[in-house]
């Protein structure tokens, strides 16, 4: 299982890039795993200024649809397009095509709240 260790990561499965003032998000090696073919990925909420922990969509696998939650507060700036037609991208390569959403985040702060790699390993394998 692939979990790089310069990311930040959530309970929620979620990963996050942080690049100056942006967050680049998307849901983990072990999420996509555990939800199976991923069909479809929906975020209509761009341009939408969310506070951490709404829902910022949902991503959709061939048994079941899973809410997206905001690891972050801020402004979504960014879909990845890309999705639309290749979904799958979730499932082949999570944390570089598949991404989800870049994010201008509001508070700083809050990234302090984020899990490192080792906690989230060590979340996963509990």
Do not use: C, R
Not at 48 to 66: C, H, I, M, N, P
């Amino acid at each position: 299982m692939n979990i790089p260790s310069e990311l930040k990561y959530t309970k929620d499965h979620e990963w996050v890039k942080i690049e100056g003032d942006v967050a680049i998000i998307g849901i983990t090696d072990f999420a996509q795993g555990e939800l199976g073919d991923i069909v479809y990925v929906e975020v209509e909420t761009l341009d939408e200024t969310l506070e951490v922990d709404e829902v910022f969509g949902t991503v959709e696998a061939v048994k079941t649809v899973s809410d997206l939650f905001l690891p972050l507060s801020g402004e979504i700036i960014e879909f990845n397009e890309g999705l639309e037609d290749e979904p799958e991208n979730v499932n082949s390569d999570p944390y570089g095509a598949g991404w989800m959403i870049k994010l201008k985040f509001s508070d700083e702060s809050q990234i302090e709240n984020l899990l490192s790699a080792d906690a989230y390993k060590a979340l996963i394998s509990g």
